[in-house]
């Protein structure tokens, strides 16, 4: 039986009041998640039954840089490490209406360019990317984002997970985003003890279907960030309770854990 929750506590968007159950012995004793007697299909099932209630819980799940094409997202994607979606959507309608593509780019101004980019922080190294990256596409492919993983990933700043992000997002083609959030989620769901994102990615792959990942990777990061919070996750208001080897980390009463959860408006894609 589901805890009522009292009509004072009006659950925001996100919240499902958890089952009542003692904290797991991961929560309890800070053991990892990880059970290495769960068989494969066992955990596949566990895996994809969590994946549809993602799928119930942020049925608005998307990518939350702005963008217009596929270079706009790329450069997007590089700018966003150590920094918020939203900070990144703030610099980029200036950046791209000064430097529209990847030749614009690849001429850019240092100077200039490292002005726009200062407010989301280490600026010259980022210059140093989206310069190197729009150069390598105007000198390698007519100035075009290659819609292949083992092209994006020779260019400069480029790695799988922001390759995957493009991949995804940009061309339609089904990849898993290892970022903070995911990694951090995928191993307190038990499903891999992992810390490599290359290694998490390929065994996560062989959990969930194909043609979903590029929408559950969505949902699993706004889950991280609206819900299991890295410090203190909303235990008692998730609807993932249930099948959670991690549940109990945080509050497990529904009232205070419906206080963790933030809606997009407060969340950390400010």
Not at 228 to 238: D, E, P, S, T
């Amino acid at each position: 039986m589901s805890l009522e929750v009292s009509p004072s506590a009006q659950a925001p968007e996100y919240a499902r009041p958890a089952r009542l159950r003692r904290p797991t012995r991961a929560a309890r004793t800070g053991a990892s998640p990880f059970d290495p007697d769960e068989s494969p299909l066992g955990r596949t099932r566990r895996a994809r039954r969590m994946a549809r209630e993602l799928a119930v819980i942020h049925p608005d799940a998307h990518c939350e840089l702005d963008f217009t094409n596929a270079f706009e997202l790329l450069v997007a994607t590089v700018l966003s490490a150590q920094t918020t979606d939203k900070m990144v959507n703030k610099v980029t309608p200036r950046l791209f209406a000064r430097y529209p593509d990847a030749v614009a780019l690849a001429g850019a101004d240092r100077t200039e360019l490292e002005e726009i980019l200062k407010p989301t922080g280490f600026f010259r190294a980022k210059s140093n990317s989206v310069l190197g990256l729009s150069q390598a596409l105007v000198e390698r492919f007519d100035g075009e984002v290659p819609g292949r993983m083992a092209d994006l990933v020779t260019l400069p700043g480029v790695g799988r997970k922001t390759a995957n992000v493009v991949l995804g997002n940009a061309f339609g083609v089904p990849g898993l985003t290892v970022d903070t959030h995911f990694g951090r989620l995928v191993r307190r769901f038990g499903w891999t003890e992992e810390s490599d994102p290359v290694k998490v990615e390929t065994e996560i792959a062989e959990l969930i279907p194909k043609k979903e990942w590029t929408d559950f990777s969505h949902r699993v990061i706004f889950h991280g960030r609206r819900v299991c919070h890295a410090k203190k996750a909303a235990c008692g208001a998730c609807g993932l309770a249930q099948w959670c080897p991690s549940f109990g980390i945080g509050p497990t009463d529904p009232e205070s854990a419906l206080k963790l959860v933030k809606t997009p408006s407060a969340s950390d894609t400010e």
